[in-house]
């Protein structure tokens, strides 16, 4: 195996299944790997939001001068993005003897996929030199492969339900999970506005120091700027984050709690947090992409964060014709998000995904003709989502307005060879 995709080829072949709870395995081996990290570990959970808060740590961290390594999954088009040090890209000649090191350290344990990459991951950043390393949950928290790290701050942002397969069909099983990457005495960020219990009981239980939404810190705002007040400290007349949705407010509040827990490891200036929620960028989480017609790409993937793309959707006002491009995983709520989006989509375009765990675009139209009391609307079936926005921006006028979401797949899957050229009149003519 001398290449990063050989890896990854291999790394799919080892495991049985694709997700395998728990961390026997992937603690022995990681013991045997024997890394760890000397700086301050930030461990991010939830359902929602967990991207944008990873995003916005690095992007103040990198501002106040520190050396940043962030890990973060899925990846949207290429692998290597799940890695990024001090603000870049991992390299795959970089990444490759951490796979060897994985190799060599697990003997016949058996590890999937995920538990494989993060291990590699992990050990790349461990010897990086980093000042702080911002760690984003696959799935859950308490048996996700980033939990066999000990975060020395952790961040649980909105929790919904989703892989009820795995985690529990409501928030509280959810929130349990999640607030598995809670350590003893260490803070405990707790950026939903309306927490599960189980996550407050959690934190109360061992004894890890809680700060809540609208208890220890909170936001408020107008049109122009916001401010963020919580234990002691306070700002004001910040800029709006340059991640667009109303969503990211609470996310960067639960950053700015974050970072002043940590403000005696980690000292961050006003000016560093100005530039930071400034700068920051995360393809894919609401993006509008510049031209005609206009382009919407949004990772959203469940009832809560369809809820939130709807609603950003709704606020940017009218558009002669909303075109949807749309493709999902099978085992996603899928009812709630077509129901929840649909009376603003005038045209939809279902697509297949390149993975076996996707639905069919044919059962995604034959689940959006079931909704009871839907709105009419054209639709069309598609082989990958390329052809499903070709088909979009070839019937768009240049008023219109195109939304590509419901999975990284599909986003991910637009962007494969760079953002999509705009030009309808073009495409039409």
Not at 64 to 91: D, K, M, N, Q, W
Not at 363 to 376: C, F, H, K, N, T
Request: with cysteine; net charge negative; glycine share 8%.
């Amino acid at each position: 195996m001398k290449t990063l995709s050989d890896w990854l080829v291999h790394c799919e072949r080892l495991h049985p299944v694709t997700i395998d709870m728990g961390l026997e395995r992937v603690k022995a081996v990681a013991a045997r790997m024997n890394f760890g990290f000397a700086c301050p570990v930030i461990t991010v959970a939830g359902t929602n939001g967990k991207g944008s808060t990873c995003a916005m740590l690095e992007a103040i961290l990198l501002q106040a001068g520190y050396r940043t390594g962030v890990y973060t999954s899925p990846h949207l088009v290429h692998f290597e993005e799940r890695c990024r040090i001090h603000g870049e890209i991992a390299r795959a000649p970089d990444l490759i003897p951490h796979f060897e090191r994985v190799e060599q350290a697990r003997g016949d344990t058996s590890l999937t996929y995920f538990e494989f990459t993060t291990l590699a991951i992990l050990s790349l950043m461990a010897a990086s030199g980093l000042d702080v390393a911002v760690l984003e949950v696959g799935l859950g928290g308490r048996l996700d492969a980033v939990n066999v790290i000990d975060t020395d701050c952790a961040i649980i942002t909105s929790i919904d339900i989703d892989h009820t397969e795995l985690l529990g069909d409501n928030r509280e099983s959810i929130g349990y999970e999640k607030a598995g990457i809670l350590r003893t005495g260490k803070p405990a960020i707790v950026s939903d506005p309306m927490p599960p219990q189980s996550v407050i009981d959690r934190a109360t239980e061992i004894d890890a120091p809680l700060w809540r939404f609208g208890h220890d810190f909170n936001f408020s705002g107008d049109r122009q700027q916001w401010a963020w007040a919580g234990r002691g400290r306070r700002f004001a007349g910040l800029a709006y984050p340059a991640l667009r949705g109303a969503n990211q407010l609470v996310n960067a509040s639960g950053v700015l709690a974050a970072l002043e827990a940590l403000r005696e490891k980690l000292p961050v200036a006003a000016q560093a947090v100005r530039n930071g929620l400034a700068m920051v960028e995360l393809p894919g989480r609401f993006q509008i992409v510049p031209g005609q017609p206009t382009l919407v790409l949004d990772v959203s993937h469940n009832p809560h964060s369809v809820a939130a793309l709807t609603a950003n959707l709704d606020a940017m006002g009218y558009y002669p014709t909303t075109h949807a491009v749309f493709g999902a995983m099978a085992d996603k709520d899928l009812a709630p998000m077509l129901a929840r989006v649909g009376p603003l989509v005038d045209r939809w375009y279902f697509t297949d995904l390149p993975t076996p765990r996707a639905a069919p675009a044919q059962a995604l139209l034959a689940g959006w003709q079931a909704l009871p009391g839907r709105r009419e609307a054209l639709a069309s079936v598609h082989a990958s989502p390329v052809e499903a926005l070709r088909a979009a921006i070839a019937a768009a006028d240049p008023a219109d307005r195109i939304v590509v979401f419901g999975s990284f797949y599909t986003v991910g899957g637009v962007l494969q060879d760079g953002i999509p050229r705009l030009d309808a009149k073009h495409l039409n003519a």
